[in-house]
C-alpha cells in the first residue's frame, strides 16, 4: 500500500510559480510511476504529468508543457510539480497519484493510489 500526502499549494498571481511536493509512504513506491492530476470547480479531473519509476521518462499534458515539470527523487520518496508561468486555467485541487506499475502515462484507472489533493488558486 501506498500513502501520499501533497503540499505546496496555495495562491499565486498569474505569471508565478509554485513547486507541489508529494510524499509518499510505502515500500513500493519506488517501482511505481507517479502522476498529477488537477480538477477544477464544476470540471472532471484531468491528468497534468506522469513520470517512470525511476524517473527516466515524463510526459505532460499538452496545456502544461513548457511550463510545468514533473521530478522525483526515490531516496526521498518524493515527487514534484514545478508550475512556471501560472495562468488562471491552472487553478484547482491537484492530485498526486501511484500507478498500478512502473510506466502508465496518462491512464487515470491505471492509478491505483490518490492523496487528499492541495487546493491551487491563480489569481488574474
Known amino acids: 500500500q501506498v500513502q501520499l500526502v501533497e503540499s505546496g499549494g496555495g495562491l499565486v498571481q498569474a505569471g508565478g510559480s509554485l513547486t507541489l511536493s508529494c510524499a509518499a509512504s510505502?515500500?513500493?513506491?519506488?517501482?511505481?510511476?507517479m502522476g498529477w492530476f488537477r480538477q477544477a470547480p464544476g470540471k472532471e479531473r484531468e491528468w497534468v504529468a506522469a513520470?517512470?519509476?525511476?524517473?527516466?521518462?515524463?510526459d505532460h499534458a499538452d496545456s502544461v508543457k513548457g511550463r510545468f515539470t514533473i521530478s522525483r527523487d526515490n531516496a526521498k520518496n518524493m515527487v514534484y510539480l514545478q508550475m512556471n508561468s501560472m495562468k488562471s486555467e491552472d487553478t484547482g485541487v491537484y492530485y498526486c497519484?501511484?500507478?498500478?506499475?512502473?510506466?502508465?502515462?496518462?491512464?487515470?484507472?491505471?492509478?491505483?493510489?490518490w492523496g487528499q489533493g492541495t487546493q491551487v488558486t491563480v489569481s488574474s
Open positions: 497519484a501511484a500507478a498500478v506499475t512502473g510506466w502508465v502515462g496518462r491512464v487515470a484507472h491505471a492509478y491505483q493510489y
Open positions: 510505502g515500500r513500493t513506491f519506488s517501482s511505481r510511476a
Open positions: 513520470i517512470t519509476w525511476n524517473g527516466g521518462l515524463t
